[in-house]
């Protein structure tokens, strides 16, 4: 038996919480874009629309990790990611708001300002919002999470108390958002359901999506298009961030999540992470020029680029109704500008 959306609600209302978000972000009918496309009818829900800096879905993961930072009496937090990451931006503006001093470590990567060229996007925002920035050349993954670590090592050695985002413990904590994106989704649906759900994840916000569709019951699949290519299993880690979560929220399942059930796709990466593909370059254009609505090159454009190929192919058959969930990380477009233009 699925559980109701106050049962999800009030698990959810157990962990500790801060209050970031513009929610419920709209969810409405795409009528242009869904002509352009041919038979089919797609909605998006407006998770760029979440209000903190210009939103995204870490505003919505903040409200758990940032709520567990102050519980903990967390005087200030440590984040990092590539040079235009939103997770960073989104959580620069949380600090502001909270009054939390922020410490990021940033990723020299190819996006990153070279010397005598100026902050843009992302990173820009981060300076605005007066997050400290530490450089590093270490690459994502398992060096640079070492570095977030050594980084509150100092803070704690000059008596701070710093909470780290990231790790299995962020993981759980954005999904928990995730979940309850997934009660505000099936209420503003309201029983009229898709036949599919797209988003850009590989991670938490695929986890949380993927445990509350289970926990509600929700019969549609969810297609996550990664905007990155791991070295690691991400269905068996998606299952594990989702199963973790279920336990944690005292909410069992009947059966797991099985590695099986997650619905991962690495399509449309093209080269790489942050690299604008043709197809993401078009979807990016059809959907401004058909909706007024901004996608990004990165993440957005990229999942969007996995819908209309499906479409084309027939994967999403004429007369089916498509949800796209909007992630946000539309800053980043300014950094992009000469690939956009230039095509
Ligand atoms: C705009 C945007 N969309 C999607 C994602 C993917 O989210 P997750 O890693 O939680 O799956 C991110 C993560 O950085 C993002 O910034």
Redesign the pocket.
Known sequence: MPYSIVQVRSALDRLPRVRLGHLPTPLEPLPRLSAALGEVSVSIKRDDCTGLAMG???TR?LEFTLGEAVALGADCIVQG?GSQ???CRQTAAACARLGLDCYLVLCRDDRAPGAGEVAQGNLLLDLLFGANIRWTEAPLGHAFEHEKTALAGELRARGRRPYVIGGDRGKLL?AAAYVNQMCETAQQLDGTYPDAMYV???????AGLLLGARLLGLPFPIRAMA?IVWDYDVPSAVAETANALSAELGLPLEQPIRPGDVGHSEECVGPGYGILTREALAAIELVARTEGILL?P???GKAMSGLIDHVRRGTVRPGSRVLFVH???TPALFTYARDLLEG
């Open positions: 995204g879905n870490k993961q990611a990451s939103n997770h954005g850009c994840a590989a991670g938490a916000t695929h905007p990004d990165c993440y957005t992630t946000g990380g």
